[in-house]
């Protein structure tokens, strides 16, 4: 689960980026945290390169990632 010291540097953001979710190997469009649904592993993950295609699942379902934490860019 990801965990954070100073949550001032954390905003509350209601976007539909967060419900969608990623093939193993597709591209985010948003650097970020991204979680496992199925497994729980998270990973950081930036914008334009795709997602890893393995990791270790102690079951047989599908790999399937979530947006959990976006990384905004400064302006």
Known sequence: MASYKYGKYLLRYESD???KEF???S???NSGIYRCKNCG??????????????HR?????P???QLL???????
Do not use: K
């Open 41 to 54: 592993e998270e990973i950081a993950a930036p914008e334009g390169v795709p997602l890893p295609a393995q």
């Open 17 to 19: 980026q967060f419900d």
């Open 57 to 61: 699942h102690s079951n047989s379902l």
């Open 69 to 75: 934490v976006y990384a905004a860019p400064r302006d």
């Open 23 to 25: 093939e193993p190997g």
């Open 27 to 29: 591209v985010p469009y």
């Open 63 to 65: 790999i399937v990632w």
